[in-house]
């Protein structure tokens, strides 16, 4: 069982940047691979990036690559997306989630546990 909350999340102006983190629980979390996805209203969930259970390894959607680094520190269960260069567009609700897939998986039901969200907002 792994228990994950996010912080850091808030209202930034576009051009600005973020830094969320992932608090996780549990002895287990270095072997979890770690997702990052954001999910507006009425919408699914969409996968943003995903670390390796290692960190050696790290994924991105397309729109977020040379912006936002996922990283991870597993003496501290920790896992953080800094964001830079926010647009408009990046404004959702970011959840984080751990998986025990491997290779690193962009679907979102392949994750076996999520925290219960942060609030990003990027005024224009």
């Known amino acids: 069982q792994v228990h994950l909350v996010e912080s850091g999340g808030g209202l930034v102006q576009a051009g600005g940047s973020l830094s969320l983190s992932c608090a996780a629980s549990g002895r287990t979390f270095s072997s979890y691979a770690m997702g990052w996805f954001r999910q507006l209203p009425g919408k699914e969930r969409w996968f943003v990036a995903a670390?390796?259970?290692?960190?050696?390894?790290?994924r991105y959607v397309d729109s977020v690559k040379g912006r936002f680094t996922i990283s991870r520190d597993n003496a501290k269960n920790t896992v953080y997306l800094q964001m830079n260069s926010l647009k408009a567009e990046d404004t959702a609700v970011y959840y984080c989630?751990?998986?025990?897939?491997?290779?690193?998986?962009?679907?979102?039901?392949?994750?076996?546990?999520w925290g219960q969200g942060t609030q990003v907002t990027v005024s224009s």
């Open positions: 989630a751990a998986t025990s897939v491997n290779p690193l998986t962009t679907i979102w039901n392949r994750y076996d546990y």
């Open positions: 670390i390796s259970s290692s960190g050696s390894s790290t």
